[in-house]
């Protein structure tokens, strides 16, 4: 059962544009919430997380959304570049450190 | 300087064969991971390794098996190898009381022919 539901699968922004990935979890144990970027063979890095205890999270063209009642949360980056290009991952921790990831989005910034 | 390394960065190999991926951090973090990402690109993890506590997937087969010599290294071996393994593993590491935050390796292509 998939604990942690990213969507959309791929995404398709202009330059300048917002992208905005959505992610859903199940489990209320979760108290850690992190996205990670990955570029074409490269491993997954670190870019951005939230704690349940603040609804937003902002680092630079980054932001975070969460809204604990509806257990969504979602990255939004402003003013999309071509180098955002890369797949994100949002997961979820809590109890066990051992995050739960979504199954990833492919996003494409056309210059 | 490079904080979470693995080699090789490409491994093929035939079906049945045994091998090892090995995986170092000199961030002296304390907690080491292994990942599988398959051909979709999902992440799935398959150990936590800390001098204390060997956390295994359940899901993961017993051909694979991590060695850690120190807190440094946790190296993956994987023996009769199939098909379906064929796949990038990852390495990553966190350290306590930050251990939310795991660093990447670059990965290891798997190609089993």
Known sequence: QQQVKQSPQSL???KGGISIINCAYENT???YFPWYQQFPGKGPALLIAIRPDVSEKKEGRFTISFNKSAKQFSLHIMDSQPGDSAT??????GGSYIPTFGRGTSLIVHP | DTAVSQTPKYLVTQMGNDKSIKCEQNLGHDTMYWYKQDSKKFLKIMFSYNNKELIINETVPNRFSPKSPDKAHLNLHINSLELGDSAVYFCASSQAGYRYEQYFGPGTRLTVT
């Open chain 1, 88 to 93: 994100y991952f949002c997961a979820a921790s």
């Open chain 1, 12 to 14: 398709i922004v202009q």
């Open chain 1, 29 to 31: 144990a979760f108290d």
